[in-house]
């Protein structure tokens, strides 16, 4: 059974990655340090596959207890990097956090992985860095733009050190770029678990349909777009999950063509805010309380993914629908009431 790392995988994505890992047969190792989650969510793993996965509490800015952890445990056969810290709005205001935090790990875990041998590891990107794209869907060779956020410059740079260091290394990377990832996990068990006010839409929408928060504000809705409103490409998080099996599989049975590829992971359709809302609606059979207001600073107007290469290399394919990611995310609110998070 391969041993997989998965840094950060008590948090949203890598809590559901972990559940994917677990039942394809994979042996999963945690690390993270419970600054964006919490412990419990190992419980719910374990209630959600009946494995319970290893874990330690490491900050993994901590460069010697990062090599104490990756000396104790030399077997591992591929690494997914999740750890990072996301708030777009938080790294504008506290950019040093950012680049430390989210910088320092990477750099901690290469140099574990060059120096115990280890040589597989696939990154969390974001289709953030493709900005606004000039041409729409978005395919992998679209240029990198400027970034709009020092949490969006922290991938760019992520994605060009890994680069680098695999041009010279034995190591073999692959950079994902997720679009929106939204929903949680059929049971209902694991999801994401914002902390204080959400600045995702469907966090929002959930949160406001439950009545934490008075309305969801619609970010502009003078965009040039079939309603106004600004599109996203808003993929499952057990879709993502999956596609993260898939990258590691890909690389421990040497299926990868260079030393580092990169996927779009996305469902590759596009869809307004108000459609959002509406799929909602729908879904959850509340009606949402929302207003239009002005545009958001930094917002682009539209940006959905070219699947084609993820599909046709990883033979990976978005299942799931919209629908399907509005009743789950809600059916993950639910559960947080029930068990009383707020
Ligand atoms: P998350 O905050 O739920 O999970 C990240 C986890 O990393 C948390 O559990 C946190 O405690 C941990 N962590 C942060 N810094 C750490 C450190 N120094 N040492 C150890 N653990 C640390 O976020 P997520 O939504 O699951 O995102 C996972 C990854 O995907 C991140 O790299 C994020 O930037 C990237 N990503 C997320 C989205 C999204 O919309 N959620 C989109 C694109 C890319
Ligand atoms: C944002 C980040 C992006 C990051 C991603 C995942 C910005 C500019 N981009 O993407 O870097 O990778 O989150 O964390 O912050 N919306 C509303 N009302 C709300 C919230 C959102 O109308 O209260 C709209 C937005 O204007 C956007 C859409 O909903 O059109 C999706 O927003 P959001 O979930 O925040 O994701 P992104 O902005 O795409």
Redesign the pocket.
Known sequence: MAKILV??G?????SHTVVELQQNGFEVVI???????YAGVIDNIEKITGIRPGFEL????EDKKTDDFFNGHRDIAGIIH?????AVGESVAEPLKYYE?NIL?LVNILKAMKKYKLNKLVF?S?CTVYGQPDILPVTENAPVKQAMSPYGHTKQISEDIITNVCNVEPIHGVLLR?F??IGAHDSALIGELPIGIPS?LVPFITQTAIGIRDYLRVFGNDYSTPDGTAIRDYIHVVDLAKAHVTAVNRLINLKNKKNVEIFNLGNGMGFSVLEVIQSFEKMAGVKLNYKIVERRPGDVEKVWADTSYANSELGWKAGKNLDDMTLSAWNWELYLRKINVY
């Open positions: 840094t950060g008590t948090g949203y994505i890598g690390v993270d340090n419970l600054s964006n989650s490491l900050d993994l800015r999740f750890a990072a810290l996301k935090n790990s969390s974001s997720y929106n990832p995702n």
